[in-house]
């Protein structure tokens, strides 16, 4: 019986796999269409991102049944969760309705949940590895709501078990979603911070990009994560690092300073040289990034309002 199912699958052609279901099911992409990303403004909670039999990624999200009704502690809602899915590439929308309902439309059509994945390393078809390392502590004074993510890409080095940054031909990135509102914390006590060179006020206005990561099978590969104001975007890029998509608007830096655009993949050669040297100050690792990475953005795509 092994032998004989290894044979059909064989003898299929590529553009057609095996359903769960033991059924074949044709291929529809690759290739696919010129679709980059979304963003899911009106999402209320996570989003799933799902591979179809046919190529097809389906995301569920969710929306408040009316707005303003799925406000502070679930039990206090007056309204509830809608439940709804979009083909990534096809850009159509259903409506599923509860969480039940959501959880047997991913069985009846066979949909792979990614997070079943090593979603934080993927490989793509030409074997090139993509890695996100995320952190928010460390040596170094950082506020506890800052965080930083790197996403380092290139390939594994016979024995290796993972991709490292500062191997030959390896490349990182820092891929971050400007915010319109700058969130600021304010400390009066003096253990609030190890390092002695800083002020008692941080201010946040980049939130960082991705907590997942998705192969296709076209060397391309989507990112998904929060866009810094409560909703989700989803990003397709290439293998380059570059991508079609972008969250619309501007966003003001400071008066009369605008940025054009609101998420961008900064290759981190631009501002390691700079870090490297706030770090022997002793000044603040993740706000002295934030600050270079806002200076690097406003240097390049930045105006005068």
């Known amino acids: 019986m092994k032998l004989l199912v290894i044979m059909i699958l064989i003898l299929l052609p590529l553009s057609e796999v095996m359903s769960e279901e033991g059924g074949v099911v044709k291929k529809k992409y690759p290739p696919y269409p010129d679709i980059w990303g979304y963003n899911f403004s009106e999402n209320h909670g996570g989003s799933g991102i799902y591979l179809a039999p046919d190529g097809e990624v389906v995301v569920s999200f969710s929306k408040c049944s009316c707005k303003g009704c799925c406000e502070g502690k679930e039990k206090q809602w007056i309204g509830e969760l809608v439940y709804y899915v979009r083909?990534?590439?096809?850009?159509?929308?259903?409506k599923i309705g509860d969480a039940i309902a959501r959880d047997q439309f991913i069985k009846d059509n066979g949909l792979k949940d990614t997070w079943k994945i090593p979603d934080n390393e993927i490989t793509l078809r030409n074997g090139i590895t993509v890695l996100a390392s995320c952190s928010g502590t460390g040596r170094l004074c950082r506020h506890n709501e800052m965080r930083q993510c790197t996403l380092i890409k290139g390939r594994k080095q016979p024995g290796d078990d993972r991709v490292y940054k500062y191997h030959e031909g390896v490349e990182s990135f820092y891929v971050?979603?400007?915010?319109?509102?700058?969130?600021?914390?304010?400390?009066e006590t003096e253990d609030y911070c190890e390092c002695r060179a800083l002020g008692t006020t941080f201010y946040n206005q980049l939130s960082f990009f991705p907590?997942?990561?998705?192969?296709?099978?076209?060397?391309t590969f989507l990112a998904g994560g929060s866009n810094g104001s409560g909703s989700t975007a989803i990003v397709r890029f290439d293998q380059n690092m570059n991508s079609k998509f972008q969250l619309?608007?501007?966003?003001e830096l400071a008066p009369g300073e605008i940025i054009e655009g609101r998420i961008f993949a900064i290759p981190s050669s631009a501002i390691d040289g700079d870090y490297a040297e706030l770090c022997v100050k002793e000044y603040d690792g993740i706000q002295g990034l934030h600050d270079l990475l806002l200076l690097y953005l406003y240097e390049e795509y930045g105006r005068k309002k």
Do not use: A, H, Y
């Open 211 to 219: 907590n997942r990561l998705v192969p296709l099978d076209d060397n």
């Open 248 to 251: 619309s608007g501007s966003v």
């Open 176 to 187: 971050v979603v400007l915010q319109d509102d700058i969130s600021t914390e304010v400390s």
């Open 87 to 94: 083909k990534f590439f096809e850009g159509t929308d259903i």
